[in-house]
């Protein structure tokens, strides 16, 4: 029996080794074949922009094509889940926003939990700003606040899903300006952007990247901005915090996750890549253009700046008593 036991135990120990052995070989050989990069969101929106513009780079950069693929619906919930029960081997990772965190903060059975997924590196970060169509007869936010509490049936405010961070945002400017607002909700920006043109909604406070070009273009007139300061590219616009808001104040933020998992090699691999994706010219350009910040995280830093952004957003959660099912 002492024989068997050895002989057993001889086993399992040389399994061990020869799978940690095996992890910085693959790490060592990767990548072999294509990636793919999950995106939970309808293509056109800000979160699929910034990952086709860093999947060009890194594809010439690691020697394959890096693919982009759009899984959308449930609050972001299908394409995280999807990705979440991919092989861990770095050949399917998820481009996410601050969607990650939110919905399980909200959601009551979450698809996914944060230790699905291992941080691999912040992409970037930029406010959102509350545009309104120009029929709005409404040139400062405080016209805008003035004009719906005289007709709160005629504002409605586009959302990207119940208690999404638009929606959340919604709520949290109504709640501070004491107007029943309603959101509209939309599976992307690219359609609720449409509709705010359109007339059918009048204002959104949407990501600057996505709005910016229609700003740009005089249809749609932007009344505030979430960041600390005002953008280089609207400077004559004041933020929520000058105007008297300051729990407005909220970047949003994008960043690249892999399966748990994972091997660490990989991780540093990609992580590099991205923040050598990040420094190209042509990206710059984009960021630059679009008023975008670079953030140089390790996996480390950016776990930890996740878990102190859900930590602001659960106390407005709470406050708001949104809980999905």
Known sequence: MKQISFILGTVFIGG????????????????????KIIVPYPAGGSTDQIARLISVPMSKSMGQPVVVENISGGNTMIGASTAARAAPDGYTLMVNSLAYS???????SPSYKAEDFIPVA????NPYVL???????????????????REP?????ASLGVGGVTHLLN??????????????????????????????????IDNVVTSIPHIRADKLRPLAVSSTERSPLMPNVPTFRELGYPRMTQDAWFGLFAPKGTPQGIVERLNAE???ALAAPEVQA???????????????????????????WRETVKSLNIQLD
């Open 102 to 108: 939110v919905n399980l903060l909200v959601t009551k």
């Open 153 to 157: 049936s005629k504002v409605n405010a």
């Open 171 to 204: 709520e949290r400017f109504a709640a501070m300006v004491g107007v029943p607002l309603t959101s509209v909700q939309y599976r992307g920006a690219a359609p609720a952007l449409v509709d705010l043109m359109s007339g059918q909604v009048q204002f959104f």
């Open 286 to 312: 984009v960021l630059i253009r679009d008023g975008m910040k670079t953030p140089t995280y390790s996996p480390v830093q950016f776990s930890e700046f996740i878990k102190q952004d859900a930590a602001s």
């Open 122 to 125: 912040g992409l970037m970060s």
């Open 274 to 276: 991205a923040q050598k």
């Open 131 to 149: 545009s309104v169509n120009q029929t709005v007869p409404a040139t400062s936010l405080k016209e805008l606040i003035d004009y719906a509490k």
């Open 16 to 35: 061990v080794l020869a799978l940690s052995a095996a992890a910085p070989a693959l790490a060592q050989n990767y990548p072999s074949k294509p990636i």
